[in-house]
């Protein structure tokens, strides 16, 4: 039985929820690196298809269900590390998994939140 499963979100489209109880520092998703790109293959990539792109350790990676449907929130679960999402607290069964789009390494960076969270900020930027 897998630990998520996809299913429509409150936050933006599909989003990805806990199939069971995940403990703080637990790795709740691996994420899928087989299609790493180059800049001129995502240059061509249609614009749906670019909001699936990460950057990270001056890579391009089209991110692959479920990892790719993790939605952002500025009060986020989860944290990015060595290419997985770890838990940043306990997250309970059924919850949403959601990450911080302002850690995306990707310059110039920039969306309007949809997270409603009490701490959203509105905007999300790269981070320095």
Same mark, same amino acid.
Not at 13 to 36: M, T
Not at 84 to 89: F, G, N, Y
Not at 117 to 124: A, D, F, G, H, T
């Given at each position: 039985?897998?630990?998520?499963?996809?299913?429509?979100?409150?936050?933006?489209?599909?989003?990805?929820?806990? !199939?069971?109880?995940?403990? &703080?520092?637990?790795?709740?998703? #691996?994420?899928?690196?087989?299609?790493?790109?180059?800049?001129?293959?995502?240059?061509?990539?249609?614009?749906?298809?670019? &909001?699936?792109?990460? *950057?990270?350790?001056?890579?391009?990676?089209?991110?692959?269900?479920? !990892? #790719?449907?993790?939605?952002?929130?500025?009060?986020?679960?989860?944290?990015s590390k060595d290419f997985?999402?770890? !838990?940043? #607290?306990d997250i309970k069964n059924?919850?949403?998994?959601?990450?911080? *789009?302002?850690?995306?390494?990707?310059?110039?960076?920039?969306? &309007?939140?949809?997270? #409603?969270?009490?701490?959203?900020?509105?905007?999300?930027?790269?981070?320095?």
């Open positions: 039985m897998p630990d998520t499963i996809v299913k429509n979100s409150k936050i933006h489209g599909k989003g990805v929820y806990a !199939a069971k109880d995940f403990k &703080k520092g637990e790795i709740v998703l #691996r994420w899928d690196l087989s299609n790493k790109l180059t800049k001129e293959q995502v240059e061509k990539l249609s614009k749906e298809d670019k &909001k699936y792109v990460a *950057y990270f350790n001056n890579e391009y990676i089209l991110m692959q269900p479920p !990892a #790719r449907y993790v939605n952002h929130s500025c009060d986020s679960n989860t944290y997985c999402d770890v !838990a940043k #607290r059924g919850e949403e998994i959601t990450g911080d *789009y302002s850690e995306n390494e990707s310059p110039g960076f920039k969306m &309007k939140c949809n997270c #409603r969270s009490k701490n959203c900020k509105e905007i999300v930027e790269r981070s320095n």
